[in-house]
């Protein structure tokens, strides 16, 4: 009597998952639909793949130029230079001070995309 009982549930529950069809695949998609991303999100996603190989640190002090923060950068392999930074709200709390930026450097526009910065002891 058990066994039929199972047995039963068992075909109930195949019924069920192949929505009668006889085949399990049949109860799911067989294509995943992602939603589209606008042409920016593909933009920034793409910025963000190339940039995972490009993080560097940059040393020097935070100040201000033009109403904005920038890093005066000491040394860069014997390189000196001045950069934007983009995150200005993290940098306005290193201001005046001697920093690491870890970030990717956007060359063509003088800018560093920051991912951290830590004050220099």
Known sequence: MMTRVLLALAVLATAFLTGG????RAAFPSTLR?????????????????????VKEFKGKILKSDGRFV?????????????????QAAAKKYEGQRVVVTGTLDAPHNTI????IEAVA
């Open 113 to 116: 995309h920051v991912r951290k």
């Open 71 to 87: 890093l005066e950068e000491s040394s860069n392999g014997g390189n000196y230079g001045t950069y934007l930074l983009d995150d």
């Open 21 to 24: 069809s006889g085949s399990p």
């Open 34 to 54: 992602l939603p589209a991303l606008s042409e920016s999100q593909q933009l920034e996603a793409h910025r963000r793949i190339q940039d995972e190989g490009q």
